[in-house]
T-cell receptor
Framework: QQQVKQSPQSLIVQKGGISIINCAYENTAFDYFPWYQQFPGKGPALLIA?????SEKKEGRFTISFNKSAKQFSLHIMDSQPGDSATYFC?????????????FGTGTLLAVQP | GAVVSQHPSRVICKSGTSVKIECRSLDFQATTMFWYRQFPKKSLMLMATSNEGSKATYEQGVEKDKFLINHASLTLSTLTVTSAHPEDSSFYICSATGEFPEAFFGQGTRLTVV
């Protein structure tokens, strides 16, 4: 119930392509869904977050799509660049914002080939 | 975004000694701080949650006597790994939340116990 399932485990995309990472959850009490980007040897950095009252949120090249009925959400990276190569984690928590503990997905290692 | 500074970034210690890791919120008051452990190519595992002035809440399976957490001020939390052993070698990351709904992460500390 507390798990967040993330796929794929790894992803290779050509420069300029669209990277898509998917997450699914079971606990309907979750109502905050952030995505984090992590480079090797660094801490995660918040990319974008969404609440379940909206179906899509876009910030620059990053878009979250949220399907409440299916309990799924995804990250789309448009016009992927080599600098986007990193590990991406989805997460979920109960209560708006991370004052409640985050449950992380297993991570997706993205490689964008030039 | 807000800045969370973690120190040291790398530390090597001898087996049986203790190591202290600091997590500071530089430009906001962190009412809640979280400590995570991350194994290579794995997700973040929450170890404990600390609120300023209160005892930390540890996740199941985390030894509170081995991983001592102190959150004595609104800008500083410390994690002390006591009597460290090689199996404690890992990447430790803190995050902090305050007046913002988001969690901001430190850059992590690579602990190697020899």
């Amino acid at each position: 119930q507390q798990q967040v399932k993330q796929s794929p485990q790894s992803l290779i995309v050509q420069k300029g392509g669209i990277s898509i990472i998917n997450c699914a959850y079971e606990n309907t009490a979750f109502d905050y869904f952030p995505w984090y980007q992590q480079f090797p040897g660094k801490g995660p950095a918040l990319l974008i977050a969404i609440r379940p009252d909206v179906s899509e949120k876009k910030e620059g090249r990053f878009t979250i799509s949220f399907n409440k009925s299916a309990k799924q959400f995804s990250l789309h990276i448009m016009d992927s660049q080599p600098g986007d190569s990193a590990t991406y984690f989805c997460a979920a928590s109960m209560g708006w914002g991370a004052t409640n503990k985050l449950i992380f997905g297993t991570g997706t290692l993205l490689a964008v080939q030039p | 975004g807000a800045v969370v500074s973690q120190h040291p970034s790398r530390v090597i210690c001898k087996s049986g000694t203790s190591v202290k890791i600091e997590c500071r919120s530089l430009d906001f008051q962190a009412t809640t701080m979280f400590w995570y452990r991350q194994f290579p190519k794995k997700s973040l595992m929450l170890m404990a949650t600390s609120n300023e002035g209160s005892k930390a809440t540890y996740e199941q399976g985390v030894e509170k006597d081995k991983f001592l957490i102190n959150h004595a001020s609104l800008t500083l939390s410390t994690l002390t790994v006591t009597s460290a052993h090689p199996e404690d070698s890992s990447f430790y990351i803190c995050s902090a939340t305050g007046e913002f709904p988001e969690a901001f992460f430190g850059q992590g500390t690579r602990l190697t116990v020899v």
